[in-house]
């Protein structure tokens, strides 16, 4: 029977740090602030952004929050943006993904300030993971690897299989695992014979969006099982791209969703947010 990872006691203990190094700044005259902007009204969305301002109340940061209507423009969103890009007093902004169609999510990530981008997503900080000096982590990614540490589960010289090859995830959740010395396999909708990859894997990361997609064939006994995939069943009910308890049976580690990476997702952005400060 697998071991329970759990993102909930990690990220506590994340957040313990951050509250810590936080009172530093604060006493030095600088409360960490981060600016969130979610555009339109879908729910999923308002439950990520106000577990970001709860985290960021938990650690004693000033969060600002602008909530834009649905039919907000381009360039008014871009606007807003500038502005607070200009203003010395915000040191990380994000804006929540999805964004409405007519906004294009690119261009809205290469707005942001690279030094203020503290999900990591713009091209300039992609860049800098990529050559493996990153200026913040990629939350998602980070949080993994966090975890894994905290379990004791080096990935150096073992099998990391990602299946999902987003640019939020899969991409560089392999990029910080290859900078941790593993040997990486990322799989996506066009990888041929799936479950023979996933069977090679030591650490096995699922970020493919499908609830029950990695089945207890898909791992060998002993598998690290990280699962990425948040996905809210008809009956309303949250579960992960994991077939939780067939998997546990044989998997040497797993994630529980919830309270797995999502928890942890959320730490390092506040990680990140202190660092911007900093
Ligand atoms: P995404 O952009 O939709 O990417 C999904 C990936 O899965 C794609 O690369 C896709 O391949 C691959 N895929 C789809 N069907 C597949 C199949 N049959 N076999 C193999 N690969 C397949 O999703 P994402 O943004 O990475 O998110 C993935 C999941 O993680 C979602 O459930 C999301 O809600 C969750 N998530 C959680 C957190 C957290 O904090 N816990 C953060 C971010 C996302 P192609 O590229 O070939 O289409």
Redesign the pocket.
């Known amino acids: 029977m697998a071991r329970l990872l759990s993102g909930k006691e990690v990220s506590a203990k994340v957040l313990e740090r951050v509250a810590e190094e936080a009172k530093l700044c604060i006493a030095a005259g600088i409360t960490p602030t981060l600016a969130v902007i979610i555009v339109g009204s879908c729910p999923a969305s308002r439950v990520y952004v106000n577990n970001k301002k709860k985290a960021c109340a938990q650690v004693g940061f000033r969060s600002l929050e602008y909530a834009l209507e649905e039919q907000t423009s381009q360039a008014a969103l871009l606007d807003l943006i500038r502005q607070l890009n200009e203003d010395g007093g915000v040191h990380g902004i994000l804006c929540q993904m999805p964004l409405p169609r007519h906004i294009d999510e690119q261009a809205v990530c290469r707005a942001i300030l690279p030094q203020k981008d503290v999900d990591a997503f713009h091209p300039e900080n992609v860049g800098k993971l990529m050559l493996g000096e990153p200026r913040f982590l990629p939350c998602?990614p980070a949080g993994v690897m966090e975890l894994l540490a905290h379990a004791g589960i080096s990935p150096e010289g073992r099998h990391m299989v990602i299946?999902?090859?987003?640019n939020?995830?899969?991409k560089p959740m392999a990029m910080l695992a290859l900078q941790a010395n593993a040997t990486v396999t990322i799989?996506?909708?066009?990888?041929r014979d799936?479950a023979q990859i996933t069977r090679q894997a030591d650490i096995l990361v699922a970020?493919?969006?499908?609830a029950n997609f990695v089945t207890a064939g898909m791992v060998q006994e002993g598998t690290a099982v990280i699962d990425?995939?948040?996905?809210r069943l008809e009956s309303g009910r949250l579960c992960g791209?994991v077939d939780f308890a067939a998997v546990a049976e044989k998997a040497g580690w797993i994630t529980p969703v919830p309270g797995g990476?999502?928890p942890m997702?959320i730490a390092m952005l506040m990680q990140n947010t202190l660092a911007a400060a900093k």
Do not use: E, P, Q
């Not at 299946?163 to 987003?166: A, K, M, W």
């Not at 799989?187 to 990888?191: E, G």
């Not at 970020?207 to 499908?210: I, N, P, Q, Y």
């Open positions: 998602t299946v999902g090859r987003s939020i995830v899969g799989c996506h909708s066009k990888t799936l970020a493919v969006g499908r990425v995939g948040i996905n791209d990476v999502g997702t």
